[in-house]
Protein backbone atom coordinates (compact mmCIF):
# COMPACT_ATOMS: atom_id res chain seq x y z
CA UNK A 1 0.00 0.00 0.00
CA UNK A 2 0.93 3.94 -0.42
CA UNK A 3 1.99 5.54 2.28
CA UNK A 4 2.67 9.41 3.27
CA UNK A 5 5.16 10.08 5.82
CA UNK A 6 4.94 13.51 7.61
CA UNK A 7 7.02 15.40 10.43
CA UNK A 8 5.14 15.21 13.53
CA UNK A 9 5.65 18.58 14.59
CA UNK A 10 6.88 22.11 13.20
CA UNK A 11 7.93 25.22 15.29
CA UNK A 12 8.26 28.75 13.70
CA UNK A 13 8.81 32.01 14.69
CA UNK A 14 5.70 34.55 13.74
CA UNK A 15 6.54 36.11 10.31
CA UNK A 16 8.93 33.52 9.59
CA UNK A 17 8.08 30.69 6.75
CA UNK A 18 7.18 27.29 7.70
CA UNK A 19 7.71 24.48 5.19
CA UNK A 20 5.78 21.09 5.92
CA UNK A 21 7.08 17.92 4.34
CA UNK A 22 4.84 14.95 2.76
CA UNK A 23 6.75 12.28 1.80
CA UNK A 24 6.08 9.44 -0.69
CA UNK A 25 7.24 7.20 -2.77
CA UNK A 26 7.33 8.94 -6.52
CA UNK A 27 4.96 11.45 -5.33
CA UNK A 28 5.81 14.06 -8.16
CA UNK A 29 3.46 11.85 -10.07
CA UNK A 30 0.53 12.25 -7.77
CA UNK A 31 -1.66 14.94 -7.32
CA UNK A 32 -1.11 16.30 -4.12
CA UNK A 33 -3.24 18.03 -1.56
CA UNK A 34 -2.95 19.83 1.95
CA UNK A 35 -5.94 20.32 4.22
CA UNK A 36 -5.62 22.35 7.87
CA UNK A 37 -7.27 21.49 10.77
CA UNK A 38 -7.65 23.34 13.93
CA UNK A 39 -8.89 22.20 17.16
CA UNK A 40 -12.40 21.40 17.35
CA UNK A 41 -13.02 22.27 13.99
CA UNK A 42 -13.26 20.35 10.50
CA UNK A 43 -10.45 20.28 8.10
CA UNK A 44 -9.74 22.65 5.36
CA UNK A 45 -8.36 22.65 2.00
CA UNK A 46 -5.72 24.67 1.83
CA UNK A 47 -4.01 24.10 -1.29
CA UNK A 48 -4.67 21.51 -4.15
CA UNK A 49 -2.94 19.73 -6.88
CA UNK A 50 -0.13 20.38 -5.29
CA UNK A 51 -0.24 24.69 -5.92
CA UNK A 52 -3.39 25.89 -6.87
CA UNK A 53 -5.37 27.91 -3.95
CA UNK A 54 -8.75 27.56 -3.32
CA UNK A 55 -10.96 30.90 -3.18
CA UNK A 56 -10.28 32.46 0.24
CA UNK A 57 -7.20 31.10 0.81
CA UNK A 58 -4.24 33.26 1.58
CA UNK A 59 -1.49 33.30 -0.78
CA UNK A 60 1.07 33.07 2.02
CA UNK A 61 -0.04 29.08 1.56
CA UNK A 62 1.76 27.85 -1.46
CA UNK A 63 2.52 24.15 -2.43
CA UNK A 64 5.12 22.08 -4.30
CA UNK A 65 5.85 18.77 -5.91
CA UNK A 66 8.82 17.20 -6.94
CA UNK A 67 10.67 13.69 -6.74
CA UNK A 68 9.70 11.72 -3.40
CA UNK A 69 8.24 14.88 -1.65
CA UNK A 70 5.75 17.52 -1.96
CA UNK A 71 6.02 20.76 0.35
CA UNK A 72 3.60 22.81 1.74
CA UNK A 73 5.40 26.24 2.34
CA UNK A 74 3.57 28.64 4.78
CA UNK A 75 5.20 32.53 4.37
CA UNK A 76 4.78 35.25 6.58
CA UNK A 77 3.30 33.34 9.50
CA UNK A 78 0.93 34.24 11.71
CA UNK A 79 -0.68 32.92 15.06
CA UNK A 80 -3.73 31.83 13.56
CA UNK A 81 -2.00 29.39 11.17
CA UNK A 82 -1.35 27.50 14.15
CA UNK A 83 -2.87 23.65 13.24
CA UNK A 84 -2.69 20.29 12.28
CA UNK A 85 -1.88 19.98 8.42
CA UNK A 86 -2.33 16.78 6.49
CA UNK A 87 -1.30 15.80 3.13
CA UNK A 88 -3.60 13.55 0.50
CA UNK A 89 -3.17 11.56 -2.37
CA UNK A 90 -5.52 9.44 -4.38
CA UNK A 91 -3.47 5.86 -4.53
CA UNK A 92 -5.12 4.50 -8.32
CA UNK A 93 -3.42 1.33 -8.53
CA UNK A 94 -5.83 0.48 -5.26
CA UNK A 95 -8.24 3.37 -5.55
CA UNK A 96 -7.81 4.51 -1.99
CA UNK A 97 -7.52 7.86 -0.90
CA UNK A 98 -4.38 7.91 1.50
CA UNK A 99 -4.00 10.86 4.48
CA UNK A 100 -0.52 11.69 5.57
CA UNK A 101 -0.03 11.65 9.83
CA UNK A 102 -0.44 14.97 10.19
CA UNK A 103 1.85 17.58 11.18
CA UNK A 104 1.18 19.89 14.09
CA UNK A 105 2.35 23.26 13.30
CA UNK A 106 2.95 25.63 16.55
CA UNK A 107 3.89 29.17 16.28
CA UNK A 108 5.95 30.50 19.03
CA UNK B 1 -24.22 28.45 1.16
CA UNK B 2 -22.25 25.09 0.46
CA UNK B 3 -23.20 22.94 2.95
CA UNK B 4 -23.10 19.07 4.71
CA UNK B 5 -24.85 18.14 7.56
CA UNK B 6 -24.06 15.11 9.11
CA UNK B 7 -26.44 12.96 11.63
CA UNK B 8 -26.85 9.24 12.75
CA UNK B 9 -24.06 9.37 15.36
CA UNK B 10 -24.44 7.62 18.86
CA UNK B 11 -23.35 5.09 21.31
CA UNK B 12 -23.76 1.37 20.04
CA UNK B 13 -22.72 -1.47 21.50
CA UNK B 14 -19.69 -3.96 19.66
CA UNK B 15 -21.36 -5.85 17.20
CA UNK B 16 -24.49 -3.79 16.26
CA UNK B 17 -25.23 -1.21 13.54
CA UNK B 18 -26.03 2.43 12.38
CA UNK B 19 -26.53 4.33 9.80
CA UNK B 20 -25.04 7.61 8.83
CA UNK B 21 -26.00 10.33 6.69
CA UNK B 22 -25.15 13.42 4.92
CA UNK B 23 -27.44 16.42 3.82
CA UNK B 24 -26.14 18.40 1.01
CA UNK B 25 -27.04 21.99 0.06
CA UNK B 26 -26.13 24.42 -1.81
CA UNK B 27 -24.67 22.84 -4.93
CA UNK B 28 -25.41 20.84 -7.70
CA UNK B 29 -24.95 17.26 -5.53
CA UNK B 30 -25.05 14.97 -8.49
CA UNK B 31 -22.25 16.33 -9.82
CA UNK B 32 -19.37 15.29 -7.35
CA UNK B 33 -17.88 12.70 -5.99
CA UNK B 34 -18.69 11.88 -1.69
CA UNK B 35 -16.31 10.82 0.65
CA UNK B 36 -16.75 9.69 4.12
CA UNK B 37 -13.31 10.63 6.24
CA UNK B 38 -12.98 9.55 9.74
CA UNK B 39 -11.37 10.95 13.09
CA UNK B 40 -10.27 9.26 15.56
CA UNK B 41 -10.13 11.32 19.36
CA UNK B 42 -6.63 12.51 19.34
CA UNK B 43 -5.65 11.01 16.16
CA UNK B 44 -5.18 12.18 12.72
CA UNK B 45 -7.52 11.74 9.64
CA UNK B 46 -8.45 8.20 8.06
CA UNK B 47 -10.05 8.15 4.74
CA UNK B 48 -13.34 5.19 5.52
CA UNK B 49 -15.23 5.26 1.56
CA UNK B 50 -15.82 7.26 -1.34
CA UNK B 51 -18.32 6.87 -4.14
CA UNK B 52 -18.70 8.31 -7.61
CA UNK B 53 -21.37 10.72 -8.65
CA UNK B 54 -23.56 8.10 -10.32
CA UNK B 55 -22.13 5.36 -7.83
CA UNK B 56 -20.82 3.75 -10.18
CA UNK B 57 -17.37 3.61 -8.26
CA UNK B 58 -17.15 2.76 -5.29
CA UNK B 59 -14.10 2.14 -3.07
CA UNK B 60 -13.42 1.19 1.06
CA UNK B 61 -10.55 1.22 3.32
CA UNK B 62 -9.34 -2.17 4.57
CA UNK B 63 -10.13 -1.56 7.72
CA UNK B 64 -13.94 -0.93 6.64
CA UNK B 65 -14.12 -3.22 3.75
CA UNK B 66 -16.69 -5.84 3.88
CA UNK B 67 -18.87 -4.37 7.04
CA UNK B 68 -19.38 -0.99 5.89
CA UNK B 69 -21.86 0.04 2.86
CA UNK B 70 -21.94 3.89 1.19
CA UNK B 71 -24.36 5.28 -0.67
CA UNK B 72 -25.76 7.94 -1.62
CA UNK B 73 -29.45 8.89 -3.37
CA UNK B 74 -29.20 11.71 -5.69
CA UNK B 75 -32.76 12.69 -5.88
CA UNK B 76 -32.64 13.86 -2.10
CA UNK B 77 -29.15 15.06 -2.24
CA UNK B 78 -27.89 12.48 1.17
CA UNK B 79 -24.91 10.24 1.06
CA UNK B 80 -25.58 7.32 3.15
CA UNK B 81 -22.87 5.26 5.16
CA UNK B 82 -24.12 1.74 6.62
CA UNK B 83 -21.80 0.73 9.48
CA UNK B 84 -22.56 -3.03 10.36
CA UNK B 85 -20.43 -5.62 12.91
CA UNK B 86 -19.01 -2.48 14.93
CA UNK B 87 -16.10 -2.24 16.62
CA UNK B 88 -14.76 -0.46 19.42
CA UNK B 89 -11.48 0.56 16.86
CA UNK B 90 -14.29 2.16 14.81
CA UNK B 91 -15.29 5.04 17.42
CA UNK B 92 -14.56 8.29 15.66
CA UNK B 93 -15.98 11.53 14.59
CA UNK B 94 -17.14 10.76 10.82
CA UNK B 95 -16.75 13.37 8.24
CA UNK B 96 -18.99 13.98 4.80
CA UNK B 97 -16.57 15.54 2.49
CA UNK B 98 -17.09 16.92 -1.20
CA UNK B 99 -15.12 16.08 -4.12
CA UNK B 100 -13.78 19.59 -5.92
CA UNK B 101 -15.00 17.80 -9.27
CA UNK B 102 -16.67 14.89 -10.80
CA UNK B 103 -13.90 12.42 -10.29
CA UNK B 104 -12.73 10.25 -7.13
CA UNK B 105 -9.02 12.18 -7.40
CA UNK B 106 -10.36 15.50 -7.20
CA UNK B 107 -9.44 17.07 -3.32
CA UNK B 108 -12.08 17.06 -0.65
CA UNK B 109 -13.27 21.59 -1.01
CA UNK B 110 -15.98 20.89 1.50
CA UNK B 111 -16.22 19.20 4.47
CA UNK B 112 -19.08 18.52 7.69
CA UNK B 113 -18.75 19.07 11.22
CA UNK B 114 -18.99 15.46 11.59
CA UNK B 115 -20.87 13.11 13.75
CA UNK B 116 -19.95 11.18 16.52
CA UNK B 117 -19.58 7.20 16.76
CA UNK B 118 -18.60 5.39 19.92
CA UNK B 119 -18.59 2.09 19.97
CA UNK B 120 -18.94 0.55 23.27
CA UNK B 121 -20.30 -1.79 25.39
Known amino acids: SYVLTQSPSVSVAPGQTARISCGGN??????VHWYQQKPGQAPVLVVY???DRPSGIPERFSGSNSGNTATLTISRVEAGDEADYYCQVWASSINHVIFGGGTKLTVL | EVQLVESGGGLVQPGRSLRLSCAASGFTFDDYAMHWVRQAPGKGLEWVSHISWNSGSIAYADSVKGRFTISRDNAKNSLYLQMNSLRAEDTALYYC??????????????WGQGTTVTVSS
Open chain 1, 26 to 31: NIESKN
Open chain 2, 97 to 110: AKGRELSLFSAMDV
Open chain 1, 49 to 51: DDS
